[in-house]
DNA sequence: TCTTGCCTTGACGTCGGCGTCAGGGCTTAC
DNA sequence: GTAAGCCCTGACGCCGACGTCAAGGCAAGA
């Protein structure tokens, strides 16, 4: 097939897919007059990228993952590196979560401190009443 | 003071001031040569543009708590606009975290399959016999 | 006077992952 | 023959928050 139905089925564009090909990701072979050819194998390889991308790794991280389904394994993940890429990736969401989850709480403390600090703010509670 | 001196007492460089003030967030005086000159205020109004980038707020984030600071108010966060950025970042972080935990999941469950089909695994748990 | 160290403006570079022309070629249908 | 619809290779644009020159001015000490 060649790069535009390559796109459509993978749900990207073909601009992606050149530039994949300009950083080495995913060559295509080409016919006779310079047209870009890929089989189902590309689509494999390509899934296996947008599926990565997804998950916010970036091109360079599923390189790995590509090598090692183009070396003939079942799995882009079958391989020691992608599976080096995956703890890192994990370290590294970690990491980010337990700063976002410190920054919501600073930001969430700042907020309530401020709605406090304002004339008819938030829903005093200490208005209610018991049950009347 | 000058440029230099704020950026020192700042902790941020002279670049970043000048970019703030091309982006209207902190206009500078000028003394008869052209230099810069600030104050104690600017100082509080850096301070303050600092803080929320730390929080990950851009820097249009951080344009009504330095007007509110400005406008005369003790705090950054004394002016309504101020209180709407808050909201709206604590938003975006709960949907952050929100879709950084779900992809964090899907990783880690990737990784243990991944680990699971490859020959002198993970540790396998199974070998375990008790207290022996 | 000369050097040193501050300051000025202007403008290009960075990073990632493409989008979007511009200019041109092949192929097929009409 | 020509229009349509695919394809090709450059090459610049974008975004945010600056970094990093380049070329030059001003002030102060030796």
């Known amino acids: 097939m060649r790069i535009g139905e390559l796109a459509a089925r993978a749900g990207t564009t073909t601009r992606a897919l050149r530039y994949y090909e ?4 995913l060559p295509a072979r080409r016919t006779g007059n310079g047209y870009r050819t890929y ?15 997804d998950f916010g790794f970036d091109l360079e991280e599923t ?14 993940d079958s391989c020691p590196a992608s599976l080096g890429v995956y703890r890192r990736k994990l370290a590294e969401l970690d990491a980010l979560i337990e700063q976002l989850t410190s920054v919501r709480a600073q930001v ?3 907020l309530a401190r401020a709605e406090a600090a304002v004339p008819g703010g938030p829903e005093p509670k200490c208005e209610l009443g018991g049950h009347a």
């Open 22 to 25: 300009s950083r080495g990701l």
């Open 108 to 110: 969430g403390a700042q």
């Open 39 to 53: 089989d189902d194998g590309d689509l494999k390889l390509l899934r296996q990228i947008m599926t990565l991308q």
């Open 63 to 76: 390189r790995p993952f590509v090598e090692c389904l183009r070396a003939g394994h079942p799995e882009g």
